[in-house]
């Protein structure tokens, strides 16, 4: 059966990458990343914000044991162009010396982001260090990142939704959206 129409907030065009959609992938990804993770714990590091609604879908069907942390990089402003250098802003809590870490991102774009966070992760000696990323936006790749786990290869459009936003908006909507094109200002 047809699902429903949906109403869309008004900036946006449309659906991307529905929620059923997103559901069956994050599932798939789960499954690859526990059976290569299988009697080990590894520590998931989620870039915050925009990563946590994926990671939290993504350890609840892993179904094994493993540690959260969370760090906080700087690297958007509150619109759709990037600002800047990258900066971490908030730092892990754990020693991961030793550790099996996988970085766990919502979406890599010029891969500035990540590629920093792999490096500063890196130099702190982890046993292994992986990245599982549910968006690839490759068109605008400036730095080259080894992605191991990827969802979705997406077009070069802002998307928001399912954690990620537009200027702090959106994160709440259950699928991946489409962003309505800037227009100029309106004459009517
Ligand atoms: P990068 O450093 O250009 O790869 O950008 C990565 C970060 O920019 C992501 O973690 C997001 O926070 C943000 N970002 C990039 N593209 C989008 C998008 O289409 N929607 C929302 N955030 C985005
Ligand atoms: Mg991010």
Redesign the pocket.
Known sequence: MMPMPRELPPNIEGVLISEQELERRVGELASAISADYAGRRPLLVA?LK??FVFLADLIRRLGMPLEVDFVR?A??GAG?E?SGP?RLTKDLETDIAGRDVLIV??????????GYLIEALQRRSPASLHVCAL?D?PE?R?RDVRVDYRGFTIPD????GYG???GEKYRELPYVGIMKRETPSPSE
């Open positions: 870039p925009g990563a990089l690297s958007y759709t990037p990258v991102e919502d979406i890599v774009d010029t891969g500035e982001s990540l968006l936006k605008r400036r459009r802002f998307v928001v990620l936003d537009c």
